[in-house]
């Protein structure tokens, strides 16, 4: 194991040899030398190019495709993940219907403007002095009746050039956007939730009276290198939608 | 692998090879055949006792260390998992400050009445005609602030002689006591969140007034066995708290 990479402040690692490994190849997506699609060197030779057991390099392959930046398909081989429509919806976009069901919501682009990050947001999100983010609110609805608002703030540096199509989509998926327009692959989001009455702006939105209860979600993503790229809050209609959350 | 046993309605099993060991492992967990604690035979004994292979048991305890039924501890062996109060609060109780940091609160149990389940709730947990329920209801508070409220109903048949001590706790967490005094083990819940006006009731406890928004969650909970063992619906007051989801 002679050959295997120091950590990069040259201090020993006190991680189990596994989870260096998958940040070896996790910083590697990351940073788009290995590209969505990609396939990876096998197995045998990854395991001899970083001087680690073929036990170790699986153990690192299974916990990168349990985070959903890996694909093994079965007697091609390890490829870099795409995200997709489906995953972009069914793990980040957790609301229901009121019977627990997935709901497939039309989404229209109601404004994107690009204005100086708030000091707050410089903060939160490590961005420089004269950072630009790009605020983009989307409007949800079912059956032609809205019950979502959302604004996603994105940083410009990161999304430059950033448009939407106006008006009704089919509108890919903001998160499938990010990598194939920007090779920004999405891995976490966290969000906090909270109730409070409707504004008078939200209300008319949503159509619903003013100071009516509405659900509020405050969300952060991050992507594979770690890098918050977007904050977003949203405002859910409960009359006949849910959030669903799931503890195993 | 001739003695690879079938599986129980005779048909082949269509599932990975893992997959149908995990079931089987998981099984004798769920039936406490396994208790918690229990030592399990090494991945050679497994492996030869099923007829397949090392690997494939090896993916298969993976599979179960990931949903939290065993723990493998170095150089000592793989046991079935304990419910510990840490992974019940830190995975089951996901209010967090408005900083997002883990809140202890304390906890009051205000009643515990046994009742029939009414029709829905036999339908939806599968319960005999003449099936009761425990009904629990706690009040959670910090700093001596009541913010959350819960009614948590379990099926009389599956947690006989139930008991909560009356008042302020230091109680143990319910889904330790689900696993010390039953070996119910709990490795799912789902919930189901909207914000609503708090009735008359709500209100009282939570100290706020009747009409102002509180978000609502609905839960339901499986056991290893994929029994559905719990429901509960809790009524937070995010004046101070936050609900966290975690998407990845």
Redesign the interface.
Known sequence: MSDFPPSSDGRPDARPLYAQVESILNARIAAGEWQPGHALPSEPELAQELGVSHGTVRKAL?ALE???LIERRQGKGTFVARQTSERARF??F?I?DLQ?RQVEPTSTALSLVTTPATEEERAAMHLPADALLHRVRRLRAKDGVPFMLDETSLPAAVFPDFTVPAGREPMEELYVVYQKRYGVTV???????????ASPEVAAVLEMPVGA???IM?RRTWDAGGRMVERRTSW?N?ARH???????
Chains 1, 2 share one sequence.
């Open positions: 299974d349990r985070r959903h793990h980040f957790p229901r627990g891995v976490r989001s966290e969000e906090l939730l909270s109730a409070d009455g209860p509405v659900l405050e859910l409960t849910r959030y669903v959350s799931v503890m195993e």
